[in-house]
T-cell receptor, first 111, second 114 residues
Framework: DAKTTQPTSMDCAEGRAANLPCNHS???????VYWYRQIHSQGPQYIIH???NNETNEMASLIITEDRKSSTLILPHATLRDTAVYYC????????????FGTGTRLQVFP | DAGVIQSPRHEVTEMGQEVTLRCKPI?????LFWYRQTMMRGLELLIY????????DSGMPEDRFSAKMPNASFSTLKIQPSEPRDSAVYFC???FGRGYNEQFFGPGTRLTVL
């Protein structure tokens, strides 16, 4: 299984872009990168996923490096409601449905 | 859509008692997942079902845990007998198709075993 490495915590000022990095240097060619977040006391929430191309939706943008060994989740205009733990996940290579959650990055957005 | 529904939201029980957690997935979803979250171990996948059939239960900690999905709209996770180390937040999630599609999580059940 490709493992991911994320910083334990990050801070971001409200209104500024939050850039959350993730390293996945052992990722295989057919593995996707997923991002979920968990706001305190709630269930995790899907944000975005991608394979090799950059992706954007109403919540965030996902930038994947050309070698696919790392990626960055971008929240373009962070709000206080974006304070959460952000999980970068690589789907396991045996084609099961598992999502293995690591420890994630705790993002604190301050006023 | 009501989203994934879990009950109860909070459960406090004594060691040795049977505990049953319930989950109603989003209508039309055919994959269902049970997770457990603790401070020490984080978020762990316990078991998942596809079309009501258990596909992978390798995350179930021991024989005291069992899960069933009798139909597409209902699943249970049972712990018998419960132990203090089972105290955790248990999440149910569902997805349409396989699990690499977006998983929608319920609000969780906070279990405390005294």
């Amino acid at each position: 299984d490709a493992k991911t490495t994320q910083p334990t915590s990050m801070d971001c000022a409200e209104g500024r872009a939050a850039n959350l990095p993730c390293n996945h240097s052992t990722i295989s060619g057919n593995e996707y990168v997923y991002w979920y977040r968990q706001i305190h006391s709630q269930g995790p929430q899907y944000i975005i996923h991608g394979l090799k191309n950059n992706e954007t939706n109403e919540m965030a943008s996902l930038i994947i490096t050309e070698d696919r060994k790392s990626s960055t989740l971008i929240l373009p205009h962070a709000t206080l409601r974006d304070t959460a733990v952000y999980y970068c996940i690589v789907r396991v290579a045996d084609n099961t449905d598992k999502l293995i959650f690591g420890t994630g990055t705790r993002l604190q957005v301050f006023p | 859509d009501a989203g994934v529904i879990q009950s109860p939201r909070h459960e406090v029980t004594e060691m040795g008692q049977e505990v049953t957690l319930r989950c109603k997935p989003i209508s039309g979803h055919n994959s269902l997942f049970w997770y457990r979250q603790t401070m020490m171990r984080g978020l762990e996948l316990l078991i998942y079902f596809n079309n009501n059939v258990p596909i992978d239960d390798s995350g179930m900690p021991e024989d005291r845990f069992s899960a069933k999905m009798p139909n597409a709209s209902f699943s249970t996770l049972k712990i018998q007998p419960s132990e203090p180390r089972d105290s955790a937040v248990y999440f149910c999630a569902s997805s349409f198709g396989r699990g690499y599609n977006e998983q929608f999580f319920g609000p969780g059940t906070r279990l405390t075993v005294l």
